[in-house]
Every structure is written in C-alpha cells, then in structure tokens.
C-alpha cells in the first residue's frame, strides 16, 4: 500500500485524493471491527468520526512523505 501511495505522489500531491484514499482504509477497518465483534460498523463509527481519521491519517502520511522517514525513499 505505501509503494502504491508513493508512486501515486511522486506526480503530484493531492491531499483531497489522499484523504478519500485513506477513507478506503478506514472504511476496510470499520467493517472488519464490526465483522469481528458485531453490530454495523456505521453505528460503531459514525461518518464523520471516520473521515477525520481519514484525514489525520493523510496529514501524518504527508509529513512522513516529506520528511523521507520511508524506507525506500532513502
């Protein structure tokens, strides 16, 4: 996953792209949880609590992109 993110920013950086893709992982997570220990993962963690996960999850990726903390950046 981050060599497919990393490739994906080496064009351009797009934080609203980066946002709706760590979504998708977090979406991926709420369901698993749910899955694992029941009830619906919309009530368990509400839309706007999983977006701004999403959004964290965008704004630290950032950082450590620019920061060259990966291992194959180096």
Not at 18 to 23: D, G, I, T
Not at 52 to 70: C, G, H, I, R, V
């Amino acid at each position: 996953l981050i060599y497919t993110i990393y490739i994906y920013f080496r064009t351009k950086f797009n934080p609203k792209l980066a946002v709706k893709a760590f979504k998708y992982l977090v979406d991926d997570g709420a369901k698993s949880y749910a899955k694992n220990y029941g009830g619906s993962s919309n009530d368990m963690f509400p839309k706007k609590d999983r977006l701004e996960l999403a959004k964290d999850y965008a704004e630290e990726f950032e950082t450590q992109f620019n920061n060259k903390e990966f291992d194959f950046m180096k």
